[in-house]
T-cell receptor, first 112, second 115 residues
Framework: DAKTTQPTSMDCAEGRAANLPCNHS???????VYWYRQIHSQGPQYIIHGLKNNETNEMASLIITEDRKSSTLILPHATLRDTAVYYC?????????????FGQGTRLTINP | DTEVTQTPKHLVMGMTNKKSLKCEQH?????MYWYKQKAKKPPELMFV???????INESVPSRFSPECPNSSLLNLHLHALQPEDSALYLC??????????????FGPGTRLTVT
């Protein structure tokens, strides 16, 4: 699986868009980009995933660059409840169970 | 129902005790996972069950013994643990097969303290 690099921490003001970058320069053609987050003392929560097209769901948007070497998770109107560690994971879609390898992630703090 | 439940929420055990952690899901998922998370570290995969059979063991010490009695339940049996095994133990589940929805759903975890 390709390695990912994320900033250790970020701050964002409540109500503003939070943009979380992720570098995955060694990503291969069949690997997807997944985002999970972990709010303090809870289990990780799936946010979104994509292959090469931009994706949007009720939680967030995922923008993947054309060369697929980096991506950005966008929380359009951040709230205090979005304070969490955000993990960017690159993983091939295989038939069997997925082995998620979590990196250190980005600790996002939403400030009032 | 998109919930994975884990019991107990907290567990304190001595090094000579035997205890079990339990995980349950009713989403029809056929893959179930155990992760271990030390303080201020990311989760690390321990075991994966696919169709109730152990498919991945990440070289976990034998004092941790997983069990998948049926497609909805996953247990982790603990015996002769060490203080360094104190951690948050997370259970997760996901679909298998040709499904396009492969994301993992995590439970809230069991916080284990070994004294």
């Amino acid at each position: 699986d390709a390695k990912t690099t994320q900033p250790t921490s970020m701050d964002c003001a409540e109500g503003r868009a939070a943009n979380l970058p992720c570098n995955h320069s060694t990503i291969s053609g069949n690997e997807y980009v997944y985002w999970y987050r972990q709010i303090h003392s809870q289990g990780p929560q799936y946010i979104i995933h994509g292959l090469k097209n931009n994706e949007t769901n009720e939680m967030a948007s995922l923008i993947i660059t054309e060369d697929r070497k980096s991506s950005t998770l966008i929380l359009p109107h951040a709230t205090l409840r979005d304070t969490a560690v955000y993990y960017c994971i690159v993983r091939a879609r295989i038939q069997g169970a997925q082995k998620l390898v979590f990196g250190q992630g980005t600790r996002l703090t939403i400030n009032p | 129902d998109t919930e994975v439940t884990q019991t107990p929420k907290h567990l304190v055990m001595g090094m000579t005790n035997k205890k079990s952690l339990k995980c349950e899901q009713h989403m029809g998922h056929r893959a179930m996972y155990w992760y271990k998370q030390k303080a201020k570290k990311p989760p690390e995969l321990m075991f994966v069950y696919s169709y109730e059979k152990l498919s991945i063991n990440e070289s976990v010490p034998s004092r941790f013994s997983p069990e998948c009695p049926n497609s909805s339940l996953l247990n982790l049996h603990l015996h002769a643990l060490q203080p360094e095994d104190s951690a948050l133990y997370l259970c997760a589940s996901s679909q298998l097969g040709r499904s396009i929805r492969r994301e993992q759903y995590f439970g809230p975890g069991t916080r284990l303290t070994v004294t």
